[in-house]
């Protein structure tokens, strides 16, 4: 994303940031998120496991449930291009100054990349007690890029120049892309691990609260993933 010749990108994370974020589980086995470690108590420290840990190593932490549950992801991903032409950098420059994607910061970007989660759930009870008993976790997201149009006159140099710069700002959005990923899938495994309830009307305030809580945390993230990567530039989202 770019406003002038500097660029911007939507607040979203990419695996190459190792995001501090911590989960950890009370004495009820719930599943809880935090990028705050001071928040977790104390006796539950030693059973913190981060986003950094090994993919696929079981740890103490990690145990979801005692009640059977099913969790699954679904994901959703279109684009809205906008057009630009020219035959100079110039003019492809000026074209996404002037087309590029106005959000809610008052700056236009020249790509921008936004995810949104939803859920819904089938409650069971054991034990006298509402848990949530499958989870499905829905992925909205939209790529907003430029597409160049009309550009059959245009330098075979200009056009591989493009070529390389569409790639790399792809690369960039992609990151933003995972961070949605991985607040959905972290999403479905908090969800899935809500339990000891008295009424399934609880079980559902908890889950709001879990969901506000995890999407902070990866909006969070976002923030360190454009810093770190300067908006895209250390990725060599630059044009001209």
């Known amino acids: 994303m770019r406003a002038g010749l500097l660029i911007f990108a939507l607040l979203f994370w990419t695996?190459?940031?190792?995001?501090?974020t911590f989960q950890w589980i009370d004495d009820?086995?719930?599943?809880?998120?935090?990028?705050?470690?001071?928040?977790?108590?104390?006796?539950?420290?030693?059973?913190?496991?981060?986003?950094?840990?090994?993919?696929?190593?079981?740890?103490?932490?990690?145990?979801?449930?005692?009640?059977?549950?099913?969790?699954?992801?679904?994901?959703?991903v279109s684009y809205e291009n906008y057009e630009v032409s020219g035959t100079t950098e110039l003019e492809l420059r000026q074209q996404m100054n002037n087309n590029g994607i106005r959000w809610k910061d008052g700056k236009t970007h020249d790509a921008f990349t936004s995810w949104q989660t939803r859920w819904n759930g089938e409650y069971g009870s054991s034990q006298g007690k509402c848990y949530i008993k499958s989870v499905k976790v829905y992925l909205d997201v939209i790529f907003r890029l430029?597409?160049?149009?009309?550009?059959?006159?245009?330098?075979?140099?200009?056009?591989?120049?493009?070529?390389?710069?569409?790639?790399?700002?792809?690369?960039?959005?992609?990151g933003?892309?995972?961070?949605?990923?991985?607040?959905?899938?972290?999403l479905a495994k908090g969800l899935s691990s809500l339990k000891h309830f008295d009424t399934c009307e609880e079980a559902d305030q908890a889950a709001k609260v879990l969901v506000n809580q995890i999407t902070k945390i990866h909006e969070h993230s976002d923030e360190k993933y454009d810093a770190q990567t300067g908006y895209g530039t250390t990725q060599g989202a630059v044009f001209p």
């Open 28 to 76: 009820n086995g719930t599943i809880h998120f935090t990028d705050d470690a001071q928040k977790i108590p104390r006796k539950q420290r030693k059973n913190i496991r981060t986003e950094t840990d090994v993919p696929g190593k079981a740890s103490k932490a990690s145990k979801v449930s005692k009640y059977e549950n099913k969790q699954s992801v679904i994901e959703n």
């Open 15 to 20: 695996a190459q940031v190792k995001a501090e």
């Open 146 to 174: 430029p597409q160049w149009v009309n550009n059959s006159r245009a330098p075979l140099e200009l056009k591989d120049k493009w070529s390389k710069y569409i790639h790399k700002l792809q690369n960039h959005e992609n």
């Open 176 to 186: 933003h892309k995972l961070n949605g990923v991985n607040a959905a899938n972290d």
